[in-house]
């Protein structure tokens, strides 16, 4: 078996070479084309031969060749979120696997529309929008684009959603199981459909129960710790504090914890507090938090997967209508209803 001159580059014609095939035939292997058609035995030797001679495909010279990128956009509301951050980790592990590369763009830093341009300005071949808002954007900002929209259900794009209603209605569900009525919700002064439709589920399954949540009881503050923190001191101070809040997220949710301990209140001894997303972190706090697991990178993976399959034009393998379903995690963050009076 011939060795290759060292320090010289393995082309495409090396490893047809190797194989025993065309060079046209191990092109087609190589560059995945979607519409190839090479035998399964074939197709083995050429891989088989590429790994033999440690082929490295030549990226810029295959999306020449296809007049594509071969590059992902995915704009996203803060990557410092652990929540986003899961969600775009699910999707660069999918489109790595394609052959893609992922531009990662922070709303947090610079525009929607801003990064929609440069995204557009480097022929990207695809966007995948996480809770951006894409149904706000000007009608022109996404023709011609390949989107899928994550978290966010639309007629006018496919998309991957959570049962975000059914997260809201399985706090509202742990809670009512624990004995409490005096409870309240704190979520985002954001228009974000995840947190509407938290939102949504658990104050209707709080009507089914009899419950209604008054204006005092429903807080809107930053989706962060800072913003939990303000919004569970504003709680406090209403006269009559609840039993139990439900916050739209968990880094709200670990900001009213901390906020409840500045208070001197005991959790879940005084007061109960839900979150929602099991990010990592719910599970090193003191104590560990009550929340409602969504599939953050299983939501990144099948949005990624169900964009290649869109520019690639190949049968949609994913469902791009049913939502993902979430479940409830119990810790200790939640406890029955304390028994002594809530006035202060």
């Excluded at 341009?117 to 011609?144: F, H, K, N």
């Excluded at 429903?218 to 006269?239: E, H, I, K, P, Y």
Aim: charged share 20%; proline share 5%; aromatic share 4%.
């Amino acid at each position: 078996m011939a060795l290759l001159p060292l320090g010289r580059r393995v082309t495409v014609h090396d490893v047809a070479a190797r194989a025993g095939v065309s060079q046209p035939t191990a092109s087609l292997v190589l560059s995945q084309h979607p519409r190839a058609r090479v035998a399964a035995a074939t197709r083995q030797r050429v891989i088989d031969a590429a790994a033999e001679l440690g082929y490295k495909p030549n990226v810029v010279a295959r999306s020449l060749a296809r007049r594509r990128s071969f590059a992902l956009g995915v704009i996203v509301p803060d990557v410092r979120n652990p929540f986003v951050a899961d969600v775009v980790t699910g999707a660069e592990r999918v489109a790595a696997e394609a052959g893609y590369a992922v531009l990662l763009c922070d709303q947090s830093a610079r525009s929607v529309t801003q990064h929609l341009e440069t995204l557009r300005a480097r022929q990207i071949d695809g966007i995948l929008l996480d809770a951006i808002g894409a149904a706000s954007l000007p009608s022109d900002a996404l023709a011609g684009v390949n989107v899928v929209l994550i978290d966010e259900p639309s007629e006018r794009w496919p998309g991957i959603a959570t049962d975000a209603i059914a997260a809201g209605r399985l706090a509202a569900e742990h809670l009512l199981s624990l004995g409490h009525r005096e409870v309240a919700f704190i979520g985002p002064a954001s228009d974000v459909h995840a947190f509407r439709m938290r939102e949504r589920g658990f104050v209707m399954r709080l009507r089914q129960a009899g419950i209604q949540l008054t204006s005092p009881r429903l807080r809107r503050a930053s989706a962060t710790v800072a913003g939990g923190r303000d919004a569970m001191r504003q709680l406090l101070v209403t006269g009559v504090r609840p039993t139990a809040v439900f916050c739209a997220n968990d880094l709200m949710a670990i900001g009213a914890v901390k906020q409840c301990f500045t208070a001197r209140l005991g959790v879940p001894e005084d007061i109960s507090l839900v979150g929602c997303d099991d990010i990592e972190l719910a599970r090193f706090v003191t104590p560990e938090l009550s929340t409602v697991s969504i599939p953050a990178r299983e939501l990144g993976a099948r949005a990624a997967r169900l964009l290649v399959q869109i520019i690639e034009q190949t049968p949609q393998r994913v469902s791009a209508t049913r939502l993902l379903p979430v479940r409830f995690v119990a810790r200790g963050t939640s406890g029955v209803v304390p028994s002594a009076g809530v006035v202060v």
